[in-house]
């Protein structure tokens, strides 16, 4: 018997119970990856994510070849692909894991009944996106939880299955046709420090930071400068880690650090169950409705300001170019240039999540568009009025201001903390600096803000 398995956001061999169910079920499994038209027509390929999905491919491809079989890499619908492969190679059965999006779930309808109309079953596993299934733990008499602390106290206390192991052996049938892998080097508009995907950098990249940076994370995870946290979450995006695997492992390690890292990777189920519960979510504004956001076109100078990494305030420039340039920036930065769009330049949070999804090599429509709704105050955080402002900010997680430095090369030659107020140098130091002035004077900023949410 022969069965497919068809990867979507979960492009491992490690952990991956569907793969594990349709070798114990068939002699022959196809691994099956379509690089879907639906995803393209929406535009949520974008070059960054484009860059890191083919090395996950190819990195996939590598790994089935050491254990005797390959990756079958259609190009088209997803459902029509999925069923000429399945005609193809005669299989019985699809095996694919529960996704959680509106998306991954019209998809499995989709497939299920194109499938069914061929005779061929579909085994729809559990999810292999989060470590605990959205919707697994509920708070009574609500179908999600809206609020992260008590979200977090049950799902620590969920008991979840052990993480599988990789196959050994994967056996594919001859004569399926596949599309040649993508190949990174042909995507045209990746940013230059684009990390290097797949399965196999992610799992060493985890080893290696479990070492020494999972000890110190507590201690050193909002530290813009020294850039101390995991950068696992492209892998986490892609699959080519596994969230319970990273859990047990981190739990495994033990300690302060783990148990910080822990709550973090929780972030992300919460979010998840909350959109799994709120699909609109991912548009319109889950808890408080604000309507009242300038005009985008009134706007249009600050938010190319603000996107182009030129708004005069050094800490939220050196995010959004670390962002261009490296296709990911630090959780620290994404929230208080986050917190400066939607706050400071009263910009709607959709217009700053939509750029963050052009760059963002983790670009997630769940952990995207929830986080800024969390800080633009329409979502899920408990102090919707909360400003940050951006000069303590770069004071309190930029000290002497490395990260500054590191990413706006115009303000290299000034030292220490003096880098966070160039406006406040001697004339003739100011002079010398091509350098724009701020933007907007944070306390007008403030004042707009505070009357246009009704509270001063
Ligand atoms: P670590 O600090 O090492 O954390 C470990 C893992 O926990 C991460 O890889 C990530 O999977 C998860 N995690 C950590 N913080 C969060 C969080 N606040 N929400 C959800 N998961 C979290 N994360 C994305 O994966 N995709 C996005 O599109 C995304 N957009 C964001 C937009 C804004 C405005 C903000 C404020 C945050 C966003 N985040 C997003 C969350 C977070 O910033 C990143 O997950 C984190 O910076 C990734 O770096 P890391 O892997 O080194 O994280």
Redesign the pocket.
């Known amino acids: 018997t022969v069965a497919v398995v068809l990867f979507t956001s979960d492009l491992r061999l490690h952990d991956h119970p569907p793969l594990h169910a349709a070798l114990q079920a068939a002699d022959e499994v196809v691994p099956l990856f379509v690089l879907d038209a639906g995803i393209h027509a929406v535009g949520f390929d974008a070059p960054n994510r484009r860059a890191f999905l083919a090395d996950c491919l190819s990195d996939l491809d590598s790994s089935l070849r050491h254990r005797g079989g390959r990756l079958v890499v259609r190009d088209g619908p997803v459902v029509t692909e999925v069923r000429a492969v399945a005609a193809e190679c005669g299989a019985t059965e699809v095996h694919v894991a529960a996704g959680v999006t509106a998306y991954a779930q019209r998809r499995e309808e989709r497939l299920r009944e194109g499938l069914g109309e061929d005779g061929v079953a579909l085994r729809v596993h559990e999810t292999v996106i989060t470590a605990v299934a959205p919707g697994a733990v509920t708070p009574s008499g609500s179908d999600h939880f809206a609020v992260f602390t008590p979200y977090f106290r049950r799902w620590s206390q969920v008991s979840s299955r052990q993480p599988l192991a990789a196959p050994r052996t994967v056996c594919v049938p001859d004569g399926v046709r596949g599309e040649p892998l993508p190949d990174r080097a042909d995507v045209a508009g990746a940013s230059r420090g684009l990390p290097a995907g797949g399965e196999t950098t992610g799992r060493d990249r985890f080893a290696r930071w479990s070492r020494s940076g999972l000890s110190r ?1 507590e201690d050193r ?1 909002d530290d813009l400068a020294d850039d101390a ?5 492209p892998y ?2 892609f699959g080519a880690l596994s969230a319970l695997e990273l859990v047990h492992r981190a739990r495994a390690h033990g300690g302060p650090g783990a148990e910080a ?1 822990v709550r ?2 929780c ?2 189920d919460f ?1 998840h169950q909350v959109l799994a519960a709120r699909p609109e979510a991912s548009v319109k504004d889950y808890r408080t409705r604000h309507d009242r956001w300038r005009d985008e076109e009134d706007a249009a100078e600050d938010i190319a300001a603000w996107r182009e990494g030129r708004t005069g305030y050094p800490v939220v420039d050196a995010a959004m170019r670390q962002l261009r340039h490296q296709g ?4 620290r930065a ?2 208080l240039v ?1 917190s400066f769009l939607t706050k400071t330049l009263y910009v709607d949070w959709r217009i ?1 999540a939509r750029h ?2 052009d760059l ?1 090599v ?3 429509v769940v ?2 568009q929830l ?2 709704q ?2 633009a105050g329409t979502g899920t955080d408990t102090r919707p009025h909360r400003v940050l402002n951006p000069l303590v900010q770069a004071k309190r997680f930029d000290p002497d201001g490395t990260y500054v430095r590191r990413w706006v090369p115009e303000l290299r030659s000034v030292s220490g903390r003096k880098v966070h107020e160039p406006w406040r140098l001697a004339a003739a130091e100011r002079g010398e600096l091509d350098y724009p002035d701020p933007l907007i004077d944070l306390a007008d900023g403030l004042a707009r803000f505070k009357h246009a949410r009704g509270r001063d």
Do not use: E, I
Request: charged share 15%; hydrophobic share 45%.
């Open positions: 994370y995870h946290t995991s950068r696992l979450s986490l995006h890292f973090q990777v972030w992300r979010h990911w920036m630090h959780n994404r929230l986050a700053g963050f999804l963002l983790d670009g997630d952990n995207n986080n800024w969390w800080v």
